[in-house]
Structures are given as structure tokens and as C-alpha cells.
């Protein structure tokens, strides 16, 4: 159990997403807002994030650690590019 002066914190986000593919057009055209690919694509994100803080304060120092991990995966990612 920590005790007084010290700080905890913890902090922990997750997602996961499926979505279409994002659309690639040039925007000279007459009609940028018109698409026209052979198949729908495809995109799945999954994402993992967490992070910890402690702190403590003393008579001469304060001391802060931090400590972080991330972890992201894009798979499958499949466009129409012709």
C-alpha cells in the first residue's frame, strides 16, 4: 500500500476498428467526389496502449517514473489503387 507522498496513476485505452479503405482520388478531377474501384477494401486497426506513473516527494528530491507500452496493428489493409 503506498504510503502518504507518493502518487499513483494508471492510465489504459484500447480499440479496435473495422472500416472501409480510405479513398484515394486526385482532387483535379471533374468529380472528386465520385469513386469507382473494382472492390471494396478493407481496414482492421487493433490498438493497445497503457501507461504508469509514480511519483514520490522526499525532504531534498522529488522522484517521477514513467513507463509506457503501445502496441497498434494494421492488418489487413487492401485498397484498389488502379
Keep these: 500500500m503506498p504510503t502518504p ?8 485505452e ?3 476498428i473495422r472500416d472501409g ?4 482520388v486526385p482532387l483535379d478531377l471533374p468529380d472528386p467526389f465520385r469513386v469507382a474501384f ?9 490498438g493497445n496502449i497503457e501507461a504508469l506513473r509514480i511519483a ?11 513507463t509506457s507500452w503501445r502496441q497498434w496493428e494494421l492488418e489487413p489493409y487492401t ?4
Design 5 to 12: 507522498g507518493w502518487e499513483i496513476s494508471f492510465s489504459s
Design 14 to 16: 484500447y480499440h479496435y
Design 21 to 24: 479503405v480510405q479513398r484515394f
Design 38 to 46: 473494382n472492390f471494396d477494401g478493407r481496414t482492421d486497426i487493433a
Design 56 to 66: 514520490g516527494t522526499f525532504d531534498w528530491v522529488r522522484v517521477t517514473l514513467i
Design 79 to 82: 485498397a484498389d489503387f488502379d
